[in-house]
């Protein structure tokens, strides 16, 4: 599978994870996912969603990754 570095377009969720900072609150979102093409990305998630990311089953869900100076971010629909 092509890996692309800097990501855009319409994107699924392939997996993701929720990283914690040491009081045990989410900290930041990784995510792994999918662009149209069938390459796949590298993305961060946005601090609001974590809590639903540790709440909802987050894989397969469909939205859209952009770069922004090099660091991709998803956000979901």
């Given at each position: 599978?092509?890996?692309?570095?800097?990501?855009?377009?319409?994107a699924t969720?392939?997996?993701?994870?929720?990283?914690?900072?040491?009081?045990?609150?989410?900290?930041?979102?990784?995510?792994?996912?999918?662009?149209?093409?069938?390459?796949?990305?590298?993305?961060?998630?946005?601090k609001e969603?974590?809590?639903?990311?540790?709440?909802?089953?987050?894989?397969?869900?469909?939205?859209?990754?952009?770069?922004?100076?090099?660091e991709n971010?998803?956000?979901?629909?």
């Amino acid at each position: 599978v092509r890996i692309v570095e800097n990501a855009e377009g319409p994107a699924t969720i392939e997996t993701y994870t929720v990283v914690h900072d040491r009081m045990g609150a989410p900290e930041t979102g990784i995510i792994v996912g999918r662009l149209e093409n069938g390459a796949r990305f590298i993305a961060h998630a946005p601090k609001e969603i974590l809590p639903a990311m540790e709440r909802e089953e987050f894989i397969g869900r469909r939205g859209a990754v952009k770069s922004v100076n090099g660091e991709n971010f998803f956000e979901p629909k």
